[in-house]
């Protein structure tokens, strides 16, 4: 069975950081691309970094400059490093991997439970 296992969360001040970290536990045949993203109360769901197929990392606006999206791609390991935060940063973070479980398989989405990161003083 396909598991993603999120770890990091947490209540941080403003200004602090956070480190999440994602693993991806289970048979897989490929993994395209990881990443986070968050969904803050009463909001849509939103992307927060992926790292790509092709060794690329793709960012939110709202969170250049301030996070970091690192990949084992060997491992099946996806962590974010989270400084400067914000109350707005505040929100469940999943951890998303898009592959296939064998080489039969389709290509789909797989997402953790979430974890909580709260930003707040």
């Known amino acids: 069975q396909v598991q993603l296992v999120e770890s990091g969360g947490g209540l941080v001040q403003p200004g602090g950081s956070l480190r999440l970290s994602c693993t991806a536990s289970g048979l897989f045949f490929s993994i395209d691309e990881m990443g986070w993203y968050r969904q803050a109360p009463g909001k849509q769901r939103e992307l927060v970094a992926m790292?790509?197929?092709?060794?690329?990392?793709n960012y939110a606006d709202s969170v250049k400059g301030r996070f970091t999206i690192s990949r084992d791609s060997a491992k099946n390991t996806v962590d974010v490093q989270m400084g400067s935060l914000k109350p707005e940063d505040t929100a469940v973070y999943y951890c998303?991997?898009?592959?296939?479980?064998?080489?039969?398989?389709?290509?789909?989405?797989?997402w953790g439970q979430g974890t909580q990161v709260t930003v707040s003083s």
């Open positions: 790292s790509t197929g092709n060794g690329h990392a």
């Open positions: 998303t991997a898009k592959g296939k479980r064998t080489i039969m398989s389709p290509t789909r989405d797989y």
